[in-house]
């Protein structure tokens, strides 16, 4: 009978999971996927932290973004001075965390009694320039409410409240913005209930590794923790949902960490239900208040890393069940691309429809090269799961390696320069790290030549290189399939230890080691400091013992 009963509930749950959720109406399947992606959202796990200091914040030019905290003491003055003392208060966590914050105040005194609202201010940050630099006028490119900014009017105290809305980072300012002149009050609790889907311990590193080293993948796994919510979140600040580009590289990391592979399958599988009409993946879905995708929102790039994320969740799981359910969203995948290739098979930037393609957060980047070298990549690697599934004899499918062959070829043809050895994309040929990077894992560039390319083009002052970390996850990547294990370990140590070296907890979003303010949106504050497509040096570390911990 309880078996019956928890089945009933279950099966209410997942009617109630899908009100106002429209599947795909491509494929056939999309509802039972939907229902199969609820089975296995994980659960969370929560944690209470308490601050642990009072902090000031101090400007420094040689500080990340012109700030940096200083310790200011015991955070005891907050339970048991009056706050007029200090009308504006900064704390500091320890660390970031993600969750909800809970408070309560109480009168400073006996026989103290509040006689008008009591305004408080609270805001969240990740990094110390977020409390500090002004907002007003906003000017960012994504709306001024994802800052952390929340102001709360208590009608009453004593009185216990907790802050809706979820928040992420490590530090909490407080300040004060109205009060009684007759009236003062305490905090009598402030706790900050964090949470995430990871419950076990990754893997340590062997004694011989580089402290900096071990640096570096501690902020990693926290970056990818912090994450690691109902879905592979890219931000647990700002955005706080599923792209495809994350997912990938968070489910790499995740492989060689944390092993939670329901969470990659949950995603698999919430993706694929929503595709668009025509069968196309949208870029990004959100969970709340019931999932669903951001509608209209295509990245072809990312249409084909699905390809291969779920070609590494079959290799790590052996899950075939759930690669042959979401078989064909793979196939579908690989003829939309197609259809944007010219008769000499060259991808066509100019033809109709034009896709977003994102590979980096790069201003003058050309992406017309990428996408070639990447479509061939999708191909080798779709096929490949076609192998382990058995579908080779399919009709579209058999093709596959003679049309990877001819973009290869037509590739060289196009966009190699033999003089320099290095790969030119557009009208303007442009020299690029990811024009390379996209070239050699495709095996378009052999070995040799990719080695050639990739030396040329990181001497080269005036190439453009990546501006964030999910470009230069596969920077790293073509150098150690080139063999070149050194510059991908100076590569890693450099880029992410110095995030490091500048104070962070998790890495960021956007990071450019010549520019502390880069931003994609126009204003640094709103930047994502922690961001999943920045975790994957724990995958790195763990994955090439031999390159990283020795």
């Not at 993706?271 to 990245?299: I, K």
């Not at 390319?453 to 501006?467: F, I, K, L, N, Q």
Request: charged share 20%; hydrophobic share 40%.
């Amino acid at each position: 009978m309880r078996n019956i009963l928890l089945s009933a509930v279950c099966a209410l749950f997942l009617q109630s999971a899908q009100v106002g959720a429209q599947t795909s109406a491509y494929f056939k399947d999309s509802k039972e996927w939907l229902q199969k992606a609820e089975t296995c959202r994980p659960e969370l796990s929560y944690q209470s932290v308490t601050p642990l200091r009072l902090i000031r914040s101090v400007a420094d030019k040689q500080a990340f973004q012109g700030w940096r905290m200083e310790d200011a003491g015991s955070p005891d003055p907050l339970y048991t001075e009056p706050f007029k003392k200090h009308p504006s208060i900064t704390l500091d966590f320890g660390n970031h965390y993600t969750g909800f914050l809970t408070f309560s105040i109480k009168p400073a005194a006996e026989r103290m009694a509040a006689d008008a609202p009591i305004r408080l201010k609270f805001t969240f940050a990740e990094v110390p320039a977020e409390l500090n630099t002004p907002l007003e006028p906003y000017k960012g490119g994504l709306a001024r409410s994802w800052v952390q900014d929340e102001i709360v009017t208590l009608m009453e105290v004593p009185k216990e409240m907790t802050i809706p809305r979820r928040l992420s980072g490590r530090y909490l300012k407080i300040e004060l913005l109205g009060i009684s002149s007759s009236f003062d009050f305490v905090f009598d609790k402030l706790t900050f209930r964090a949470q995430t889907s990871v419950t076990n311990e990754a893997p340590a590193l062997a004694s011989t590794t580089d402290p900096l080293i071990q640096d570096i993948y501690q902020v990693g796994l926290n970056t990818l923790k912090e994450c690691m919510q109902t879905v592979y979140e890219d931000g647990p600040k700002r955005d706080q949902r599923l792209w495809i580009g994350d997912l990938y590289l968070e489910a790499l990391a995740n492989a060689y960490t944390f092993k939670n592979h329901e969470l990659t399958k949950h995603c698999l599988y919430l993706l694929a239900a929503f595709a668009n009409d025509e069968g196309l993946l949208h870029a990004t879905l959100l969970e709340r208040p019931e999932a669903h995708p951001q509608y209209g929102t295509h990245t072809l790039d990312y249409c084909l890393i699905y390809n291969v994320a779920l070609l590494e969740y079959l290799k790590e799981t052996g899950d075939k069940e759930t690669a042959n359910d979401l078989w064909p969203v793979v196939v579908r995948q690989i003829e939309m691309a197609l259809r944007q290739y010219s008769p000499e098979w060259i991808y066509d930037m100019d033809k109709k429809p034009q896709y977003w393609l994102v590979f980096d957060w790069k201003n003058g980047y050309d992406r017309q090269a990428s996408m070639q070298g990447l479509t061939i990549f999708a191909l080798q690697r779709s096929y490949e799961l076609a192998q382990m599934l058995g579908k080779t004899d399919e009709a579209a499918v058999k093709e596959w390696p003679a049309l990877a062959k001819k973009l290869q070829k037509a590739a060289r043809r196009y966009f190699y320069d033999k003089k320099q050895g290095v790969m030119l994309s557009g009208k303007n040929k442009q020299v690029s790290y990811l024009s390379q990077v996209w070239m050699i894992l495709s095996n378009t560039l052999n070995k040799k030549e990719g080695a050639k390319a990739m030396a040329t083009v990181m001497s080269m002052p005036d190439a453009c290189y990546p501006g964030c970390p999910y470009a230069y996850h596969y920077v790293i990547e073509a150098l150690l399939q080139c063999g070149m294990t050194q510059e991908a370990r100076d590569l890693l140590v450099n880029y992410w230890g110095g995030m490091v070296k500048q104070g962070a907890d998790t890495f960021w979003e956007v990071y450019d080691p010549n520019n502390d303010y880069l931003s994609p949106y126009g204003f640094h504050v709103i930047n994502s400091y922690c961001h999943a497509w920045s975790c994957t040096p724990v995958y790195f570390i763990n994955k090439y013992p031999e390159v990283f911990q020795k």
